[in-house]
């Protein structure tokens, strides 16, 4: 079976926006992993504008699935890793202020680095993922770094799938082969929702894992939405 991450970010946004700590994030932490969910994802950015590297640390503790952390290898983030010591790091190539990822990593030309940072986490007991399009000289390149796992980024995949064109599955069908075959474990992530989810799930071969959260979070809203009103209604009687 293929496991749920679910990336709170959004979570965290929502309580930025007002203040305080509604809706509590551990809260919503800890209800996932009752509801089923097998593991929470947080993407934090220097700018701490969702996620703050103070909610890494609270949630060190909430945890009990699996927990990733994800974001670009700088200083501050391999520090805040190396401290939470989480299940699993997704390093992703994001650029400073972007609003989402949107791009995977250069596995050629940034070999070296990304080389070193993996065997740093590893040296800690933490398994690693790097951000990849599917791309085949993307995924060859990964395996030369030493990582545990790739992500396929899926935005790609989401866009045609909305478009009706299943043939965008492709790609990732391709990547996930060779992942396989260099004994890569395979994660994906990005645009995934209720929508394509199994469609994804049902092509990619080995795919061990898919964290999603702003679909996820934006379907919770609707599909719970009709509950909370009648809650409401029924209080006001």
């Not at 934090?44 to 969702?50: A, M, V």
């Not at 994001?94 to 995977?104: F, L, P, R, V, W």
């Not at 396929?152 to 990732?172: C, M, Q, R, S, V």
């Amino acid at each position: 079976m293929t496991k749920l991450s679910v990336n709170i970010n959004k979570i965290a946004t929502l309580r930025n926006a007002r203040g305080g700590n509604v809706p509590d994030l551990l809260k919503v932490a800890t209800d996932i992993q009752k509801f089923g969910g097998q593991g929470i994802t947080i993407h934090p950015r220097p700018d701490e504008r969702h996620i703050r590297y103070q909610d890494a640390r609270d949630l060190k503790a909430i945890v009990h699935t699996e927990y990733n952390i994800e974001g670009n290898p700088q200083h501050n983030f391999i520090d805040l890793v190396l401290e939470c010591k989480p299940t699993q790091v997704t390093l992703v190539p994001d650029a400073i202020g972007a609003i989402t990822s949107s791009a995977g990593w250069d596995t050629i030309k940034n070999q070296d680095y990304l080389t070193e940072v993996i065997q740093e986490f590893q040296r800690n007991g933490i398994r690693t993922s790097i951000f990849v399009d599917p791309i085949l000289e993307m995924i060859e390149g990964a395996k030369k770094t030493g990582t545990d796992r790739i992500e396929l980024y899926t935005e790609a995949f989401a866009h045609e799938y909305a478009l009706g064109n299943k043939n965008g599955i492709d790609p990732y069908v391709k990547a996930a082969e060779l992942a396989n075959k260099l004994d890569l474990g395979i994660n994906a992530g990005h645009d995934l929702s209720l929508d394509n989810i199994q469609f994804f799930k049902q092509n990619i071969p080995g795919l061990l894992e898919v964290s999603i959260g702003h679909a996820l979070i934006s379907e919770a809203i609707y599909l719970g939405l009709d509950n909370v009103v009648n809650m409401y209604l029924n209080k006001l009687k």
